[in-house]
């Protein structure tokens, strides 16, 4: 996680905004970005402990990330291990390259690290390593022009030692480059805090380090900030540059970019950095920024199969769900489309734990819950929608 003084304004440019266009398609597979996905793989997350760079729980959360790549279909011969050593320290990154169409030998890298300190890192940065999966799982038949590359780093709570050993040894060696990269599009620290109104997201700007690459970076991160607005719900603001994992590219002249959250929490680095103080609708939202981003940075194909329309078109329907008033005290009022007749909505704690359900009454009495933080789930056959909840 980076430490910085951050600056500069909230919003977006809107006559940039007309450098790109709206592609329904995009916002097709964005609306596949999946709540569900996103609060399983943090509470996994959690679970697999503090994940020190060399430790057996490191060495697990890797092994974890690379079990779902394999789920989601990508090969063995796809997904490459990357041992590096500092010190007496062992330990890995993990890379999956997913080749492109049209520039297969140039390559978009998608980035994050996955190993914390003092805490299981939730926030910091298993925010980070559940958005990068499930963009990986929606694009992974996604026709690109250019290849990706999800890199998953270990070491960067210790000086950003993984990526440093991949930028160093493996996108250079002796100094000459020998990956093509257009872009490096690094997630850290994008979970939230629990409480906090999360509606904003810093869009990462190259504005230190080599001058040679910052016109190229503020205009990749102009592209960052128009696909968020085009496909989330989320504001923007410009960060500048700072420590963490695509600085080691930054200082060989790559072009980079990125998400930081906006309103920052006190969390990372300590055991309280976990599922119940982060955000997951917030990482919900930033996931769809993301998978937006990244097709339009790879240029993903602009078709849409027919078999995929019925199902996102739901998708996209159910995220117009209502809930409210919210804070709630003695009841809740849900309003779904018309063409959802059956639906179970369940109210849970931040954990997991079903505390209230109901099936099709759109009229909830909260009465009987504490004051406090809770997660509302609408389910309606395979698909969920997950809204934070306040009871006061």
Same mark, same amino acid.
């Given at each position: 996680?980076?430490?910085?003084?951050? +600056?500069l @304004?909230?919003g977006?440019?809107?006559?940039?905004?007309?450098?790109? %266009?709206?592609i329904q398609?995009?916002?097709?597979?964005?609306?596949?970005?999946?709540?569900?996905? /996103?609060?399983?793989n943090?509470?996994?997350?959690?679970n697999l402990g503090?994940?020190?760079?060399g430790?057996?729980n490191n060495?697990?959360?890797?092994?974890?990330?690379?079990n779902?790549?394999l789920s989601?279909?990508?090969?063995?011969?796809?997904?490459?291990?990357d041992?590096f050593t500092?010190g007496?320290?062992?330990?890995?990154?993990l890379?999956?390259t997913?080749?492109g169409t049209?520039?297969?030998?140039k390559?978009?890298?998608?980035?994050?690290?996955?190993?914390?300190?003092?805490?299981?890192?939730?926030n910091?940065?298993g925010?980070?390593t559940?958005?990068?999966?499930?963009?990986a799982?929606?694009?992974?038949?996604?026709?690109?022009?250019?290849?990706?590359?999800f890199?998953?780093f270990?070491?960067?709570e210790?000086? @950003?030692r993984?990526?440093?050993?991949?930028a160093?040894? /493996?996108?250079y060696?002796?100094?000459v480059?020998k990956?093509?990269?257009?872009?490096v599009?690094n997630?850290?620290?994008?979970?939230?805090?629990?409480g906090?109104?999360?509606?904003?997201?810093?869009?990462d700007?190259d504005?230190?380090?080599?001058?040679?690459?910052n016109a190229?970076?503020?205009? $990749?991160?102009?592209?960052?900030?128009?696909?968020?607005?085009?496909?989330?719900p989320?504001?923007?603001? /410009?960060?500048? !540059?700072?420590?963490?994992?695509?600085i080691?590219?930054?200082?060989? #002249?790559?072009?980079?970019?990125?998400? +930081?959250?906006?309103?920052?929490?006190?969390?990372?680095?300590?055991?309280?950095?976990? +599922?119940?103080?982060?955000?997951? $609708?917030?990482?919900f939202k930033?996931?769809? !920024?993301?998978?937006?981003?990244?097709?339009?940075?790879?240029?993903?194909?602009?078709?849409?199969? !027919?078999?995929?329309?019925?199902?996102?078109?739901?998708?996209?329907?159910?995220?117009?769900?209502k /809930?409210?008033?919210n804070? !709630?005290?003695?009841y809740?009022?849900?309003?779904?489309?018309?063409?959802?007749?059956?639906?179970?909505f369940?109210?849970?704690?931040l954990? #997991?734990r079903i505390?209230?359900?109901?099936e099709?009454? %759109?009229?909830?009495?909260v009465?009987s819950?504490?004051?406090?933080v809770?997660?509302?789930n609408?389910? %309606?056959?395979d698909h969920?929608?997950?809204?934070?909840l306040?009871?006061?």
């Amino acid at each position: 996680m980076k430490n910085i003084f951050t +600056f500069l @304004l909230i919003g977006f440019v809107s006559h940039q905004l007309q450098s790109q %266009t709206f592609i329904q398609a995009y916002q097709n597979r964005v609306n596949q970005v999946s709540q569900t996905n /996103i609060t399983t793989n943090l509470q996994q997350f959690q679970n697999l402990g503090i994940k020190t760079t060399g430790s057996t729980n490191n060495a697990n959360t890797l092994t974890w990330i690379k079990n779902k790549y394999l789920s989601y279909g990508y090969t063995a011969s796809q997904i490459v291990e990357d041992p590096f050593t500092f010190g007496s320290t062992n330990s890995k990154n993990l890379v999956i390259t997913k080749t492109g169409t049209v520039y297969p030998n140039k390559y978009v890298i998608i980035c994050g690290h996955f190993d914390s300190i003092n805490g299981p890192g939730v926030n910091d940065n298993g925010s980070g390593t559940s958005i990068i999966l499930e963009a990986a799982r929606i694009l992974k038949d996604v026709p690109t022009e250019y290849s990706i590359k999800f890199i998953h780093f270990s070491g960067e709570e210790q000086g @950003l030692r993984g990526s440093y050993h991949y930028a160093n040894n /493996i996108a250079y060696q002796n100094g000459v480059r020998k990956l093509d990269i257009k872009l490096v599009f690094n997630l850290d620290q994008v979970g939230g805090k629990m409480g906090n109104t999360n509606n904003t997201i810093y869009c990462d700007e190259d504005q230190g380090g080599l001058s040679s690459n910052n016109a190229a970076s503020t205009a $990749v991160t102009q592209q960052l900030i128009n696909c968020t607005t085009l496909y989330s719900p989320l504001q923007t603001a /410009i960060d500048p !540059a700072e420590s963490t994992d695509y600085i080691p590219f930054e200082q060989k #002249g790559e072009v980079i970019t990125g998400y +930081f959250e906006y309103k920052r929490s006190n969390y990372p680095h300590s055991s309280s950095d976990t +599922f119940a103080n982060t955000d997951p $609708v917030y990482i919900f939202k930033v996931g769809k !920024a993301t998978v937006g981003a990244l097709q339009h940075f790879a240029t993903a194909t602009t078709a849409s199969s !027919a078999a995929l329309g019925t199902k996102e078109s739901m998708i996209s329907t159910l995220e117009s769900v209502k /809930i409210y008033p919210n804070p !709630a005290k003695d009841y809740l009022m849900i309003e779904v489309p018309d063409s959802t007749k059956k639906f179970t909505f369940e109210i849970t704690d931040l954990t #997991g734990r079903i505390l209230l359900k109901e099936e099709n009454q %759109t009229r909830i009495n909260v009465s009987s819950l504490q004051k406090g933080v809770y997660l509302g789930n609408l389910k %309606t056959d395979d698909h969920t929608v997950v809204r934070k909840l306040i009871i006061e």
